[in-house]
């Protein structure tokens, strides 16, 4: 059972999920965010996926707040491309005393999603301000435009974008273009659009070209997902009934 709302945090969302014995845990698709996550007592960063990433273990119970791309690494403190691709525990990152003093605190609170955002809107607070410049990078590549254009936009130039991409997102802006890009044509997908109408609105250069990237940044078909993603949907849906 998945839900999740818009965080009071600009941009970000608040999300909590419960398993069940015979529940699998299903792929995480890239999506350029970083996410701090309480799983079962612990507090946890993922970092930002070149790959669909599959939980190991999955916990029972979860609260997460998923930031938006670029915004994380002010708030916890560490550049994004130092945890690319990894699940490493808090305490890697703000030390076990206070990690585990957190922690404590969102498992001890009546509702955890609504303490672990509280406790991100603390750590923000304290964060230096977000960038406008990386704001308006992540804008221009969620409208598909091209890195070249961007870059141009913001008064950057190639290297300067690509270092500053890395710190801020994990990777270059080519990466993170194509991963938007993926997640614009699985929402139209979503949305009932055929596959090759949805490649082309979303940017990709046919049908062909959407599949690649599916099968390069998630390992799996568009098919395989649809079918998947319809398969969570009804039990999610059987399960608040």
């Known amino acids: 059972m998945y839900e999740e709302r818009p965080a009071r945090l600009p941009g970000a969302v608040v999300w909590t999920r419960a398993t069940g014995p015979a529940d699998a845990a299903g792929p995480v698709l890239p999506d350029g965010c970083m996410d701090l996550i309480w799983a079962d007592g612990r507090l946890l960063v993922a970092g930002p996926d070149t790959r669909a990433h599959t939980t190991g273990t999955p916990a029972a119970h979860y609260a997460g707040v998923r930031f938006a791309p670029g915004e994380a690494p002010g708030v916890l403190g560490v550049e994004a491309s130092a945890l690319r691709d990894q699940r490493v525990d808090l305490a890697e990152l703000w030390g ?3 990690a585990r003093g957190l922690a ?3 498992t001890g609170a009546a509702d955890r999603a609504a303490a672990l955002e509280e406790l991100v809107l603390r750590a923000a607070a304290d964060a230096p301000p977000p960038d406008p410049l990386l704001r308006a990078v992540v804008a221009g590549l969620r409208a598909g435009e091209p890195v070249g254009a961007v870059a ?9 974008l690509h270092r500053r991409s ?13 991963v ?4 614009r044509a699985l929402a139209l997908v979503a949305a009932g659009l055929p596959y090759a109408d949805a490649a082309h609105r979303a940017g990709c250069t046919d049908q062909a070209h959407l599949a690649r990237e599916m099968r390069a940044l998630t390992g799996t078909t568009l098919t395989a997902y649809t079918a ?6 009804e039990a999610s849906a059987s399960a608040s009934a």
């Open 152 to 160: 141009d936009a913001v008064g950057l130039g190639a290297r300067q």
């Open 166 to 178: 890395l710190a801020a997102f994990g990777y270059g802006p080519k990466t993170l273009a194509r």
């Open 104 to 106: 404590d605190g969102v």
């Open 180 to 183: 938007l890009r993926l997640r």
């Open 228 to 233: 998947s993603a319809e398969a969570s949907t």
């Open 96 to 98: 076990a005393r206070r």
